[in-house]
C-alpha cells in the first residue's frame, strides 16, 4: 500500500514513455499507455505529472531512424523523412480540444490531478509567401496544463528547437507560460529549452517547473550517428551529471520535474530513460536508473512560503 504524501507537501510523477511513432495506430496506442501510468501515478498520490516532449504522437522512431520531415526545411542527413501533417493535433480554441488531449482532460477531471500532455502541434501558416514555399501548416512541439474540471489552462510552444532534429520539421514558440495552481505557480517547458530558459523561468518566481524532454546523449562528443565498438556499452545519462549541474550553477529556487523518453528494446544510442526530479539545488530526489519501458519516478515537494507576483514588466 503506497502512503499519501506528508501532510503540506504535494507529491509530483514525473513519466518515461516509449511512444510509437507514425503508425495509423500509435498515437492511439500511445494515448492508452500514457492514461494507464497516469492512473499508477494518481493511484500512488501524484497531484501533478508530467509527458515526456511529444509523447501522444512520438518524437522520433525509437532506432532513431525516422525523424518529421516538413518539405523545404534543413534536411538531417541520415535520417528517413516522416511528413508529420496527418499526424498532428491542430488546436483552435483551448475549450475545444482534439480528441487525444480531450481524452487526458477528462482523466485529469476524473482523478483530480493536474496533467502537462505534450504533442505534436500544426497551425495554419498566415504567410502566403511561406505557405507557397512550405505548405499550409507550422509544426511546434507543444504541452498544454490540464486542470482538473476546467480543461486545458495553459498552452506552450517549445522555444528553442534542437538544432539537430528539430530544424526539419519545427518552428519556435516565443513565451513562457505559467500557472497558479492550489500547490503554487508552475512553469512547463520543452526539451532544448533547458539551455536558455532557466534564467527566464526564475524571473517568474515560480514554485515547480515541469520540462518533457526527448534527450539523446552523445559519446565524448562523437556526432549522432556515431555507433559503439562491438561490445561496447554507453551509458551517458546527463540526467545525473549534466542537468543537475545546470539546475545547481542556476540556482533557479525552484524544483525541476523532467519526464524523458524511451523505448521498447535497447537501441545503439542513449539518452532514454532516468526520469528524475530535483531539488531547487540541483539534488536528485527521485530518478529511475531503468533505461527501458515505461514507467514513472514520484517526489513529495515543500509547499512555496508564498507566491510572489512575477517582476513587472517581464522581457524575455
Known sequence: MIEDAPQGKTRVAALKVASQFATKSAI????????GLIDRAADAGAKIVVMPETAINGYASQDLSTTWYVEGYPEDKGFRKQDPTPFAFEIVNLARLPEPLDAFAQQATKRGIYIVATFLEKAKQTSEILKKKYGPYVFYSSSVLLKPGEGAVGHYRKMNPWLTVDKAFMTAGDRIVTYDTEYGRISFCVCFDVMAVLPLIKKHNVWAHFHSFAWVDEKAGHPLSARPAEGEEWDGNWFRAGL????????????????????????????????????????VLAQDTETIGNGFVLADLDPPEYNPPPPFPLYE
Open 28 to 35: 492511439a496506442q500511445n494515448v492508452e499507455t500514457i492514461r
Open 244 to 283: 543537475p549541474g545546470k539546475l545547481f550553477d542556476n540556482a533557479g529556487g525552484f524544483y525541476f520535474v523532467a519526464s524523458n523518453w524511451s523505448v521498447d528494446n535497447k537501441e545503439n544510442w542513449t539518452g532514454h530513460g532516468f526520469e528524475s526530479i530535483y531539488s531547487p539545488e540541483g539534488i
